[in-house]
């Protein structure tokens, strides 16, 4: 009772005409900025930070806070129309979300998207109010050795997460791993494949190598013209629900998102972008007909897309309950929270109450503005693939090289761009995936980090990844997934 008096609280808070007008300014703008390809909310927050500072504390966060999860929205977009993420998180979106837009089923896509969103986002507040104790005494027992473990299993689980040669995956996840060891190295600071340039003593950016791969290659290889022939003027409600079928195949795939999601955004270091990709590769494991995975298939954009939404509104647990942020978005929030002067930490639920459980309120009103203004608007974006390709490719390039400059404020970075661009093009070519490259990249640096410390800390006793509990079983999945091919070839033998 006494959590839906404080929530209550909470919604009297957030439904004042000042902090409801800037959970809608926030939700906006964090949806078109998100939108963007190449910008993101981390971009939009920044620029911001400095505003918030002669706004109330309650407004500020909840502005902010809209930003945040208004661009993961938005950044499935673009993602689904034109096979560019908006967001890093919105990545795996362009697997099969823009398959559906090639075969004009684009505001299908879009509507099952936001519908997965709001669910997802929804159940995660749920989640949040009910377990951030549990969740967060939960975390608070993973320490490097049970990152490792988790981090290793993510990184073998993306090479099922496209389709083809599981070889050419392995190769994909190694360049990723390559990729993401370029620059100083974080325990001695030595440079590490820089090849004389002091631009990549900070490594590459996982912006500039996600709009490269994603999306200039896409450019460049000029196959989302396909898309435009498809494009209908106008969109009608119903043109937008899915199938019968389509209902019935995304149930369990946003459930399972859900929960994975829920509980990956607890953990500080993984987040949306982690909790996208193992939603992805989780349904594609558990698919009875995997093959149709990258060719369409509505369960590999809802259970992504309710993965990461769930994964942004279970992510502010470790921020506001442990004061560890874990995404470099929540550290700008968790920047603000402390400039404002509030504290997060264990005691934030008691010594600022009033703000907690408004934020909290604040989180179901935002998501419920975000499809209220996403659903209208499908008729809106969907009118983008009819804009002809000559036309909107130049736009998109220019977007991508805007964004990355605007986050850098350097030329460097829109070069590494059309690198990577090239480079996506001649793995198209030889038919090596994308996806799990940017998942080497993403969990590379984060493994490398946790397994120095936990062999710092068990003085290279290499059994302490075994002697773990929860380590231990993250090892006995990796084992699991290295040798089911073979065992399902030694079955299929042996059932001849």
């Given amino acids: 009772m006494e959590t839906l ?15 409801l007008f800037y959970c809608f300014v926030g939700v906006t703008m964090g949806t078109f900025i998100g939108a963007l390809p190449g910008l993101g909310a981390m971009l939009g927050i920044a620029l911001l930070l400095p505003v918030t500072l002669y706004l109330p504390a309650e407004a500020s966060i909840i502005m902010l806070a809209g930003i945040y999860y208004g661009g993961e929205y938005g950044g499935s977009i673009s993602a689904i129309l034109i096979n560019v993420p908006g967001t890093p998180s919105s990545t795996v979106a362009t697997l099969d979300g823009h398959q559906m837009a090639r075969q004009g089923k684009a505001a299908v896509a879009l509507f099952a998207s936001a519908l997965a969103s709001f669910l997802g986002g929804s159940i995660g507040i749920v989640l949040m109010i009910l377990f951030s ?15 490792f473990a988790v981090m290793l299993v993510g990184l073998l689980g993306a090479a099922s997460v496209s389709s083809g040669s599981r ?15 370029m620059g100083a190295d974080i325990s001695s600071g030595v440079q590490r494949f820089t090849f004389g340039f002091s631009e990549f003593i900070s490594g590459i950016s996982l912006v500039a190598l996600a709009m490269g791969l994603f999306g200039f290659a896409e450019i460049i290889c000029a196959q989302t013209k396909i898309i435009s022939d498809k494009a209908k003027s106008h969109v009608r409600m119903r043109d937008m629900i899915p199938s019968r079928d389509e209902w019935r195949r995304s149930f369990g795939p946003f459930w399972r998102g859900t929960s994975l999601g829920a509980l990956l955004g607890a953990l500080p270091g993984t987040g949306p972008t982690i909790a996208s990709f ?11 007909t995997p093959e149709i995975f990258g060719k369409g298939a509505i369960e590999g954009l809802v259970a992504p897309e309710s993965a990461n939404n769930a994964a942004a509104q279970t992510a502010f647990i470790p921020t506001l309950t442990l004061g560890i942020p874990g995404t470099a978005t929540m550290a700008l929030i968790l920047g603000a929270l402390i400039v404002q002067g509030i504290q997060p930490g264990p005691r934030m639920m008691t010594e600022n109450s009033d703000l907690f459980w408004t934020l909290i309120a604040s989180f179901w009103v935002g998501n419920l503005l975000l499809l209220v203004l996403n659903i209208p608007l499908v008729g809106l974006w969907v009118k983008l693939v009819s804009v002809p390709y000559r036309f909107l490719f130049p736009c998109i390039i220019c977007l991508i090289c805007v964004g990355i400059y605007s986050i850098e404020l350097s030329t460097f970075g829109v070069w590494v761009i ?7 093009c001649i793995m198209r070519t030889v038919a090596i995936p994308a996806a799990p490259l940017l998942m080497g990249f993403i969990l590379g640096p984060l493994m490398e980090e946790n397994l120095k410390r936990a062999l710092q800390i068990s003085r290279g006793d290499f059994t302490v990844f075994i002697t773990s509990p929860i380590s231990a079983v993250c090892m006995m999945l990796v084992l699991v997934i290295i040798l089911m091919p073979l065992i399902i070839r030694v079955v299929k033998r042996s059932a001849r």
Wanted: glycine share 12%.
């Fill in 5 to 19: 008096a404080n929530l209550g609280a909470g919604f009297e808070a957030v439904l004042t005409l000042q902090n």
């Fill in 167 to 181: 070889l050419k995956a392995y190769v994909a996840v190694l360049l990723g791993l390559l990729f993401g060891t």
């Fill in 418 to 424: 059309i690198g990577t661009g090239l480079l996506g």
């Fill in 278 to 288: 193992m939603a992805y590769s989780q349904e594609k494991r558990l698919s009875r």
């Fill in 133 to 147: 104790p549990i969740i967060a005494s939960f975390a608070l027992n993973f320490g490097s050795v049970e990152y």
